[in-house]
């Protein structure tokens, strides 16, 4: 019977495509330690370091012991408490936006917001190199979707073009830093298009929100464009160092979600103590960033790159798990990206800087992954 998923397993393993989880012993702001070795951890997106902080958790479980390790229940039934409403008022308040929803998860978000936004007769565009999320949420609807060629403005508005007026709602979904090769979205031409050709825009920030920005709320708030932008998600699990996520927009938008998000109805909310530290991070240590998370991208920057993430695209997937060993044995930990993450033919690393690695060692670590090319 299960001969095969055997079959399965050994032609992953035989193209270097098998996966498996690693036992590590501990980790920190910037090192990650295994088998007795310590190894600068470009494979986190802990960004700000607020992650795996002791100091930080101490400090924060000092001025609130009042809250417990889980709510049992969804939110719509007895799983919040007023700490969620403070975390979405408070949100709400720094995107000057109606109302906030906050999810489990940026896996939720995308699925509950894609899956629920685009019924029967409606139509989502989405960037070609969208997470993963946003594509199952998008199978999952009732509406079609159209996937278009990557940052391609022009492509997608001969899509526009061709099959806007063909159904009622439509919705544009963009990440806005894109997850496996660190651009960004030309988020100025998207809204130009929504407005041109009525359409909801979506802006995904995960991966942008805590890092860009003078409050840390990310490209769209760089760019002054947040008013512009129909709903926009955001994570706590990477910048922010703890677990979550949320989707800010109009009433009607959110209200909608609450009642039609399933990933969000039927999910157990998260711990209260979660709610309170994210909601403690983003009020009292978020806030004072703002020259690291400039420094961190502006060495990103001088590695070629957009953001705090550094797409080194090796090609073949035993060349791109030879050159991981070979950053390993020199004191890096990065993991290789493989398809379907990212498009066959790009296996690569991914470099995910945060505020404590150096210039100099990302440097060192490009150069290393560069010569075994």
Same mark, same amino acid.
């Given at each position: 019977?299960?001969?095969?998923?055997?079959?399965?397993?050994?032609?992953?393993?035989?193209?270097?495509?098998?996966?498996?989880?690693?036992?590590f012993?501990?980790?920190?702001?910037?090192?990650?330690?295994?088998?007795?070795?310590?190894?600068?951890?470009?494979?986190?997106?802990?960004?700000?370091?607020?992650?795996?902080?002791?100091?930080?958790?101490?400090?924060?479980l000092?001025?609130?012991?009042?809250?417990?390790?889980?709510?049992?229940?969804?939110?719509?039934?007895? +799983?919040?408490?007023?700490?969620?409403?403070?975390?979405?008022?408070?949100?709400?308040?720094?995107?000057?936006?109606?109302?906030?929803?906050?999810?489990?998860?940026?896996?939720? /978000?995308?699925?509950?917001?894609?899956?629920?936004?685009?019924?029967?007769g409606?139509?989502?565009?989405?960037?070609?190199?969208?997470?993963?999320?946003?594509?199952? +949420?998008?199978?999952?609807?009732?509406?079609?979707?159209f996937?278009?060629?990557?940052?391609?403005?022009?492509?997608?508005?001969?899509?526009?073009?061709?099959?806007?007026?063909?159904f009622?709602?439509?919705?544009?979904?963009?990440?806005?830093?894109?997850?496996?090769?660190?651009?960004?979205?030309?988020?100025?031409?998207?809204?130009?298009?929504?407005?041109?050709?009525?359409?909801?825009?979506?802006?995904?920030?995960?991966?942008?929100?805590?890092?860009?920005?003078?409050?840390?709320?990310?490209?769209c708030?760089t760019?002054?464009?947040?008013?512009?932008?129909?709903?926009?998600?955001?994570?706590?699990?990477?910048?922010?160092?703890s677990?979550?996520?949320?989707?800010?927009?109009?009433?009607?938008?959110?209200?909608?979600?609450?009642?039609?998000?399933r990933?969000?109805?039927?999910?157990?909310?998260?711990?209260?103590?979660?709610?309170?530290?994210?909601?403690?991070?983003?009020?009292?240590k978020?806030?004072?960033?703002?020259?690291?998370?400039?420094?961190?991208?502006?060495?990103?920057?001088? /590695?070629?790159?957009?953001?705090?993430?550094?797409?080194?695209?090796? +090609?073949?997937?035993?060349?791109?798990?030879?050159?991981?060993?070979?950053?390993?044995?020199?004191?890096?930990?990065?993991?290789?990206?493989?398809?379907?993450?990212?498009?066959?033919?790009t296996?690569?690393?991914?470099?995910?800087l945060?505020?404590?690695?150096?210039?100099?060692?990302?440097?060192?670590?490009?150069?290393?992954?560069?010569?075994?090319?």
């Open positions: 019977m299960l001969e095969k998923f055997d079959e399965q397993l050994k032609i992953l393993k035989k193209h270097s495509h098998f996966r498996d989880i690693k036992d012993e501990s980790k920190d702001e910037k090192y990650i330690y295994i088998n007795d070795k310590k190894l600068i951890n470009l494979s986190s997106n802990n960004y700000l370091g607020f992650a795996d902080n002791k100091s930080l958790t101490e400090e924060f000092n001025t609130c012991d009042k809250y417990s390790f889980g709510s049992a229940s969804a939110r719509l039934l007895t +799983g919040t408490l007023p700490v969620y409403k403070e975390l979405e008022n408070l949100l709400s308040q720094l995107f000057n936006k109606d109302a906030t929803l906050l999810f489990n998860s940026g896996y939720h /978000a995308n699925v509950g917001i894609n899956s629920s936004i685009a019924g029967k409606d139509v989502i565009f989405s960037d070609k190199l969208n997470h993963a999320s946003i594509i199952d +949420g998008m199978k999952l609807s009732d509406g079609k979707f996937r278009y060629p990557h940052n391609n403005m022009e492509a997608l508005e001969k899509l526009l073009i061709r099959e806007r007026n063909n009622k709602n439509a919705v544009i979904v963009s990440e806005s830093v894109f997850s496996m090769d660190g651009d960004i979205a030309d988020l100025e031409k998207l809204i130009e298009l929504k407005e041109k050709y009525n359409c909801i825009l979506i802006i995904d920030e995960a991966h942008a929100f805590g890092v860009f920005g003078q409050k840390g709320l990310g490209v708030e760019l002054g464009i947040i008013d512009k932008v129909d709903l926009i998600m955001g994570t706590f699990g990477k910048a922010i160092g677990m979550g996520a949320f989707a800010v927009g109009n009433q009607t938008l959110i209200d909608y979600l609450t009642n039609k998000a990933s969000f109805i039927f999910s157990t909310a998260l711990p209260p103590i979660n709610i309170a530290f994210t909601k403690w991070i983003i009020e009292n978020l806030p004072t960033t703002y020259e690291k998370r400039m420094q961190m991208l502006k060495i990103g920057e001088n /590695a070629g790159s957009d953001s705090h993430i550094i797409p080194i695209v090796i +090609g073949g997937n035993q060349k791109t798990v030879e050159t991981c060993e070979i950053l390993y044995q020199n004191g890096y930990f990065t993991l290789p990206i493989r398809p379907p993450t990212v498009p066959e033919g296996s690569r690393l991914r470099l995910s945060t505020t404590e690695i150096t210039e100099q060692e990302l440097n060192n670590a490009i150069h290393l992954a560069k010569q075994t090319k």
